[in-house]
């Protein structure tokens, strides 16, 4: 590793990009009042059916921790409601209100905005390359 300094830490690299993106889209999300990760969970709750936190969890590729702490201001500003499940009544189970779909559905053009500004300036071929790379990360 002579030579390397932390100028060359891919940690940081992925984690200035991420912020950098990060405020693009919760800038582009404010006049929803959403950001970036409360979009996420809400577009991947979209489907309609109620889905436990452990499967959100899996599908936002979060800790059930985590994805609980950012559900919090969400059932807050009743965007979704979370009750026990009527199988289980260990499991807790999420769902989009009527209000969550409302705010959803007015994101979505937003987000749509913010991906095409982001696709022209750093060009289509390239950002598809990107996530495809970024998909393919392994450290093990």
Not at 13 to 38: F, H, K, M, N
Request: with cysteine; net charge positive; charged share 30%.
């Amino acid at each position: 590793m002579k030579g390397r300094g932390i100028g060359d830490c891919h940690c940081m690299a992925l984690r200035r990009a991420a912020r950098a993106i990060t405020q693009w889209y919760d800038e582009a999300l404010a006049p929803v009042g959403l950001g970036a990760s409360q979009f996420a969970m809400l577009a991947t709750l979209r489907a309609g059916e109620a889905m436990n936190i452990q499967d959100l969890a899996a599908q936002l590729d979060l800790d059930r921790t985590t994805t609980g702490k950012n559900l919090r201001p969400l059932e807050r500003d009743g965007l979704i409601a979370i009750a026990a499940s009527a199988t289980d009544r260990r499991s807790r189970e999420i769902a989009l209100t009527a209000e969550g779909r409302k705010r959803l559905v007015a994101g979505f053009p937003l987000w749509a905005a913010a991906q095409e500004k982001f696709e022209v300036a750093n060009g289509r071929k390239r950002t598809a390359k990107l996530r495809q790379e970024l998909g393919e990360l392994r450290i093990d």
